[in-house]
């Protein structure tokens, strides 16, 4: 267990639906990331926060969004979902977000859009 | 912009057998270096870093890697590998872009151990 927590671990739903994802950072980290991996692309990051505030922007979907709520927990919403947007979805955090800090990933949730 | 490339998609080698996963990047600024491993199904564990300092990192699991800054590669070793080595390894690059650190993972290495 690495202290990052994400639920659900599995999703299966449909095209045009909308879903939450939702993960829990260890315990005294404050910075949450959010990453896409699939087979084509890779680790693509998504979006970063820090202490409930946005702190870094990647490859994210303007059909998707995130927040980051004062108890540090954070969702990540994926709205009018396609088949390709199929993949894992991880998240990480990390102490501060300083430029030497490794991240602790989560298990992942596998969303699969059929 | 900064970039990491993992040369090798594959690697196929014998138990006991030592393994080198191959990682080069590219950064303007300073950077910051990583290796991570994947189990199956599992999410992404710190095997090592690389801030500053001594070139040659020793990490969990018997595993070290050496910067090189000429050859800007951040090569991934193991001098005798075993079957629970079987994973994939992901090298990262850490950098200062845009204003903001941001990190850039590599497509990964497949180290298949053969019994």
Sequence with gaps: ???VTQTPKHLITATGQRVTLRCSP????????????????????????YNGEERAKGNILERFSAQQFPDLHSELNLSSLELGDSALYFCASSVVGGPGDGYTFGSGTRLTVV | AQSVTQLDSQVPVFEEAPVELRCNY???VSVYLFWYVQYPNQGLQLLLKYLSGSTLVKGINGFEAEFNKSQTSFHL????????DTAE?????RGNSGGYQKVTFGIGTKLQVIP
């Design chain 1, 1 to 3: 267990d690495s202290g």
């Design chain 2, 77 to 84: 070793r193991k001098p005798s590998v075993h079957i629970s």
């Design chain 1, 26 to 49: 260890r315990s005294g980290d404050l910075s949450v990331y959010w990453y896409q991996q699939s087979l084509d692309q890779g680790l693509q990051f998504l979006i970063q926060y």
């Design chain 2, 89 to 93: 390894y992901f090298c990262a690059v």
């Design chain 2, 26 to 28: 590219s950064s303007s």
